[in-house]
């Protein structure tokens, strides 16, 4: 299956505005023919917004969308070319299998002969062959989403947009599925924009992320990129910073920096231009060590009270308190009971110390949508 290939997909100072309130901001975001990128941002942050203005179901406020040298904004959805998996997979009740991967073809006119051969190869690609005859009610959850996906691709179209088709899957669904979306993306070629608020679904499936707050991108780049380097707390956070700390630089040294607050202290990288004064300090649960720290200038170790334990086989996930009762997510394959007094402590290197301005407002209500 081949579909029309471009070499890039540009959008230029493209923004949204409902009445006074601007979801999306002169969004500026250059895509390249057979990349995968993923919008990621929790609910309201203009994600969903961008997807429709890419298809055509919104007009823009401001700004253009190019394919190459076309000017597609002002086409109406129909004549773009661009395939859509929705979230409800909207697929027709009244129709088989066949008749809603086909419907897209039927809609385009195209020939019987080849309508047949294109549908009969979008159900082979999603492994759908014996089920062309069903009705979707008689299909289970992630076979629906698999039809959706078939209809998408089988008009062979020059864009996949995706608006976080896993979000109606239970968990082990939605870690099959990502392997066959990824799976049709690469052995199709395809060009794919997909939305998702779930961190660890964008970084597994996405060559560059794009990290959009109220409209506004904070951060592009690739999954390594943004894990390893994301450029501030609010961006750290959906990349598996759980613990986002406000405290206080008190002095710092080069890229060095030590921050106090909630009865500790702790040194750590500084990330922008830091300055004694507020501060909010990002820690991973996974990179917070139970027990002594070993002999040398490795720092950083602190008493915590463990309060809650979940038990998750090979590791333990945490819920700690600090000496000022703030709490503190960790995660160890050390024994801890609930109650006890434990020293941890966290290498120097994975404690990140962004400026406070980086991280107001909301901060505290996004936080809670990350999935780490």
């Keep these: 299956m081949t579909e029309q290939r471009f070499d890039q997909l540009r959008l230029e100072q493209v923004s949204r505005r409902f009445g006074e309130k601007t979801v999306l901001d002169t969004l500026n975001l250059t895509i390249t023919g057979g990349e995968f990128v993923a919008l990621l941002g929790p609910s309201g942050c203009g994600k969903s917004t961008a997807l429709n203005c890419l298809a055509g179901l919104l007009p823009l406020t401001q700004g253009s969308?190019?394919?190459?040298?076309?000017?597609?904004?002002?086409?109406?959805?129909?004549?773009?070319?661009?395939?859509?998996v929705f979230q409800n997979y909207a697929l027709f009740p009244h129709l088989t299998v066949r008749g809603n991967v086909g419907f897209g073809l039927q809609m385009r006119?195209?020939?019987?002969?080849?309508?047949?051969?294109?549908?009969?190869?979008?159900?082979?690609?999603?492994?759908?062959?014996?089920y062309a005859d069903r009705l979707p009610g008689q299909l289970s959850g992630g076979q629906q989403q698999r039809v959706a996906i078939a209809r998408a691709i089988v008009i062979?179209?020059?864009?996949?947009?995706?608006?976080?088709?896993?979000?109606?899957?239970?968990?082990?669904?939605?870690?099959?599925?990502?392997?066959?979306?990824?799976?049709?993306?690469?052995?199709?070629g395809l060009t794919t924009v997909y939305v998702t608020h779930d961190q660890e679904e964008a970084l597994s499936l996405a060559d560059r992320l794009v990290v959009l707050r109220e409209g506004v991108v904070q951060q592009v780049g690739t999954p390594q990129q943004l894990y390893g380097s994301p450029a501030n707390a609010y961006v750290a956070g959906f990349m598996g910073y759980r613990n986002l700390l406000s405290m206080t630089v008190t002095a710092g040294v080069g890229a060095s920096v030590t921050a106090s607050g909630h009865g500790v202290e702790l040194t750590g990288l500084a990330v922008g231009d830091l300055s004694p004064g507020p501060a909010i300090v990002a820690i991973r649960p996974d990179d917070i060590l139970v027990g002594e720290p070993p002999a040398g200038p490795s720092g950083n170790r602190i008493e915590v009270s463990v309060e809650v334990t979940e038990y998750h086989g090979r590791e333990i996930s945490v819920q700690a308190r600090l000496p000022h009762g703030q709490a503190l997510q960790l995660r160890t394959d050390v024994p801890v009971?609930?109650?006890?007094?434990?020293?941890?402590?966290?290498?120097?290197?994975?404690?990140?110390?962004?400026?406070?301005?980086?991280?107001?407002g909301s901060e505290q209500a996004d936080r809670l949508e990350v999935v780490v």
């Design 337 to 360: 009971e609930r109650g006890e007094v434990v020293p941890v402590w966290i290498p120097t290197e994975q404690v990140l110390v962004f400026p406070d301005s980086q991280a107001a």
């Design 109 to 130: 006119r195209v020939g019987r002969v080849e309508s047949h051969r294109r549908v009969d190869e979008a159900l082979r690609l999603v492994q759908l062959t014996d």
């Design 65 to 84: 969308i190019w394919l190459d040298d076309q000017r597609v904004d002002t086409l109406p959805p129909e004549r773009r070319g661009f395939g859509m």
């Design 156 to 188: 062979e179209p020059r864009l996949v947009l995706m608006d976080e088709p896993l979000s109606n899957l239970d968990a082990a669904l939605r870690l099959d599925m990502r392997t066959e979306i990824r799976r049709l993306h690469q052995s199709l």
